[in-house]
């Protein structure tokens, strides 16, 4: 499959604006974008005869007569978001407008605190195939997918046109056969879905900070992702330890870090290590209780010193600790203590985040194909 061809630029703008209120009658899309209707209707052609729009229902005018109402076409084709996740890969398929169609978990059998399974494309790459077996052929076909990935995307490319040093992620891909594949920074599809999925009206800037088996940062201005001039803003992991353990951020901070600093093994199967421990502390283990408050300093302060360069509208701490309701609730003391600039929210899209940052930006970048912004 490839993608379609682009749109004209008056049908692109008025799916764009289709797609902005979900469904809409010709009229009130003219209002919108300040054109005639002819111009519209006109548009709205184009849109049907590739299967991109469909009537949906019919609306009583003032005058007494029916207009009909428009909506992306159901068959108009869908994109999937792949989570590939430390304990976990998740798969998600969402459509053109970001609307999720249907979903799968796969748990990691021997969860641990590295970033690697085996055969976590493979698998990833059937829980695809369950799910487009799953779609009906109205829902049309799988147009492009994007990967969470734990690592930085210096630039974010489409791996079918560009394949150099992923060709066992195409490999196992191939038999779903998306039209595009891309891979973006698990915690930059992180910050993707805040902006995407909160039902909170959008902030203007959002930082958002994982701690879990890694750590990393990302920062969204506007809409746009903040990739700095190598694609490596938000790899914080390197940053000095803001605590006295380890010699980097995420030496100290991560899972292992703080596994090992309670005197548990770094190495124990997830996520049942990291509930032992602060089972642990609750029933009065003070190594475990004195490595779960130092990590909540050390968290503060690391977002003290990020806040203070940024300053951003929201903070989100999400991953296998930041998401943590007991550890969330001890950063925000240590945070207020410390006279951070903002306090941590908690990130209610949880678990899932990653995987629905990565489906809507998969339903961006082949809506950005389709119907190009000129």
């Not at 196992?172 to 902006?195: G, R």
């Not at 490595?291 to 010193?305: F, H, K, V, W």
């Not at 945070?335 to 678990?351: H, M, W």
């Amino acid at each position: 499959m490839t993608l379609p061809d682009p749109l004209g630029d008056t049908a692109a703008r008025v799916l764009r604006a289709l797609l902005t209120r979900q469904h809409a009658t010709r009229p009130e899309l003219a209002e919108a974008m300040g054109v005639t209707k002819q111009t519209v209707s006109a548009a709205v052609v184009e849109l049907e005869e590739r299967g991109l729009v469909e009537a949906v229902a019919a609306q009583q005018g003032h005058t007494g007569r029916s207009a009909l109402r428009y909506a992306l076409h159901r068959g108009a084709g869908w994109v999937a978001g792949i989570d590939l996740g430390s304990a976990r890969l998740r798969v998600a398929a969402a459509r053109l407008d970001g609307t999720v169609i249907a979903d799968r978990l796969v748990p990691n059998p021997a969860p641990t605190v590295s970033r690697e399974w085996p055969d976590q494309l493979e698998l990833a790459a059937h829980a695809l195939a369950e799910i487009a077996q799953e779609l009906s052929e109205s829902e049309g076909g799988l147009l492009g997918a994007a990967l969470a990935v734990p690592r930085a995307v210096p630039v974010r490319r489409d791996l079918l046109g560009d394949a150099t040093d992923d060709d066992r992620l195409l490999a196992a891909l191939a038999p779903v056969a998306p039209a595009a594949v891309w891979t973006e920074n698990d915690v930059n599809c992180e910050a993707i879905a805040q902006l995407r999925y909160r039902q909170e009206a959008p902030a203007r800037s959002v930082l958002h900070l994982h701690v879990g088996a890694g750590i990393g940062a990302s920062l969204i201005v506007d809409g746009s992702i903040l990739r700095g001039a190598r694609g490596r803003a938000g790899e914080i992991k390197a940053l000095p330890s803001p605590i006295d353990r380890g010699l980097t951020a995420e030496d100290a901070l991560s899972v292992a870090g703080l596994l090992a600093a309670a005197g548990h093994s770094p190495s124990a199967p997830l996520p049942g290590a990291l509930d032992d421990l602060f089972a642990a502390a609750a029933t009065g283990d003070l190594a475990a209780e004195a490595a779960i408050a130092d990590e909540a300093t050390g968290i503060a302060l690391l977002l003290r010193d990020l806040t203070a360069v940024v300053d951003p509208d929201l903070v989100v701490l999400s991953g296998a600790l930041g998401g943590r309701p007991e550890l969330h609730a001890r950063v925000v003391s240590e945070c207020a203590r410390l006279g951070a600039g903002s306090v941590p929210a908690e990130d209610p899209l949880g678990d899932a985040a990653a995987v629905l940052g990565a489906a809507a930006l998969a339903a961006h970048l082949v809506l950005d194909a389709v119907a190009p912004s000129r």
